[in-house]
C-alpha cells in the first residue's frame, strides 16, 4: 500500500525537464554553440596550416599586411574583393600573366587571408587606400598601376582620388559605384554586429556558409561555370570566423562608402579603363560600370559577354588586355626613378567575348 502510494507520488511529481523547460532549452543551446565555436576554432587553425602565408609581411602603423610579390618593369598593385585573398589572383593565373611586363604586388586586404584587421577602426576604403600607400612607400614604389576588382575597386579608386600622383592608371572590375537599395546587403552585414555578429559568426555563420558554399559560387561565376583552375582557393580560409566578420564589415561599409564617392569620380584624371560582366548576377553593369564610364571624363568600358561578376577567374585574358590598354595610355615605357624602361609584350587591346564602349 505504501509502495503503491509513493509511486504515484513519484508519477505526479513533475520532471525538472518539465517544469523548467525553457532553462533546459537555453542550456542545450549555449551547449550547441560552445561546441560549434570549439569546431570552427579548431577547424579556422587547421585551415591556416594547411595554407601557410606564401609570401611575406609588412608593418604598416601596427598593421600586419601579408603580400607576394611577382615579376620586374612598372608596379601593379592587384586588389582583390569582399571575402576573397591573395589567391582568388593566383588562381586565376592573373598574376603570373601580368608578371610577364609587370612588378606585380598583391595583398590580403585587412582582415582577408593572413592580414591583420585591427577592430579599433572602421575599414573603409579610403582608410586601407592610406594603409597601401603607406605599404607600397616601404616597398620603394612611388607610381603604381592599379586594378580593383568588386570591394577593391572601392579601395582603388580611393587611392586615385586620395593620391593622384601616386596611381597612374586605374583598371576598374565588376564595382559597386552607386548607392542602391539593397536587401542582400542586410543579411551579409549581420556578423558585423555587436555582440549577435560576434555570436553568429563564431557558430552558425561558417557552417552556413559551407553549406551554401557551392549555390554562392554558381551565383557569383554565372552565367559562366566556376573553372576548374578556381578549386585551388582555399575555401576553409574564406569560412573562418574572423574572414566572415570582416566580410560582414565591408558589405555594411559598400552603400556608404559608394554615396560618399559618387560625386567625385570625375576628379579621376589618370587613365581608367572599367570592364565588368555582361550578365553580373551581384552587381547590375548598366546602373553601376556603364554610368561610371560616364561620370569619369575619357575613361574607356568593355563589357565582357557570357561572363558574371568573377570575369578575372573566367576572362582572364580580357582582363589582362584591359591591364596593357591603361599602361600604354598611361606611357607603358616610360622609367621608373630613373630605372631602365619595362619591355612590353605586344598584347591585342581587345579579345575575343569583349565589346568596347567609347
Known sequence: MVA??????????????????YAVAAAATAGALAASALINRQLAKSAERRNPPAGRFLKIDGVWLHYIERGAGEPLLLLHGNGSMIQDFDTSGLIDLAAANHRVIVFDRPGFGHSDRPRDV????????????????????????????SWGASVAIAMALDDPDLVRGLVLASGYYYPTLRADVVALSAPALPVIGDLASNTVSPMLSRLLWPLLMKHMFGPARVPEKFGGFPKEMAVRPSQIR????????????????????????????????????????????ARLHGDIPGSKFHRIAQSGHMIHQTATADVLAAIHEVDARAGAHRTIDGAAPALTQTIPATSPGLRAAE
Open 246 to 289: 570582416a566580410s560582414a564589415e565591408e558589405s555594411a561599409l559598400m552603400i556608404p562608402d559608394a554615396a560618399e564617392y559618387r560625386e567625385r569620380y570625375a576628379e579621376l584624371k589618370m587613365p581608367v579603363v572599367i570592364i565588368a560582366g555582361e550578365q553580373d548576377r551581384l552587381v547590375d553593369v548598366d546602373t553601376q560600370s
Open 122 to 149: 572602421t575599414w573603409t576604403p579610403a582608410l586601407q587606400a592610406r594603409l597601401f600607400k603607406c605599404a607600397l612607400e616601404q616597398l620603394g614604389i612611388r607610381q603604381t598601376l592599379v586594378l580593383g576588382h
Open 4 to 21: 503503491n502510494s509513493l509511486s504515484v507520488r513519484a508519477d505526479r511529481s513533475p520532471s525538472f525537464f518539465r517544469r523548467h523547460p
